[in-house]
């Protein structure tokens, strides 16, 4: 089964920066798209940013200029860099990724345990 290992988060004072990342394990298995989701407290879950195998990215409104995201095929792994990070960032953060376990034989569309960022003073 696929597992996805996210790492990253934490505290960070507005304006700062952190940099997520998210890694893919598991045998025989391909990834086409690898996004980052957020929840935050007592709302509803939202895609942040999406990159597919061939680096086309897609990101939230609220995040263009701001937040980049990038993989790495050869590890599996997908990365969020975080800049000028606002309190309306604070949410737990998701990693999400979609393909196919070839070693299984079905989809991928596996989610990770969430990592917590909060932006406060």
């Known amino acids: 089964q696929v597992q996805l290992v996210e790492s990253g988060g934490g505290l960070v004072q507005p304006g700062g920066s952190l940099r997520l990342s998210c890694a893919a394990s598991?045998?025989?298995?391909?990834?086409?798209?690898m996004g980052w989701y957020r929840q935050a407290s007592g709302k509803e879950r939202e895609m942040v940013a999406r990159i597919t195998s061939d680096s086309s990215t897609q990101y939230a409104d609220s995040v263009k200029g701001r937040f980049t995201i990038s993989r790495d095929n050869a590890k599996n792994t997908v990365y969020l860099q975080m800049n000028s990070l606002k309190p309306e960032d604070t949410a737990v953060y998701y990693c999400?990724?979609?393909?196919?376990?070839?070693?299984?034989?079905?989809?991928?569309?596996?989610w990770g345990k969430g990592t917590r960022v909060t932006v406060s003073s």
């Open positions: 999400n990724a979609v393909g196919f376990d070839y070693y299984n034989l079905r989809g991928i569309d596996n």
């Open positions: 598991g045998r025989d298995f391909s990834i086409n798209t």
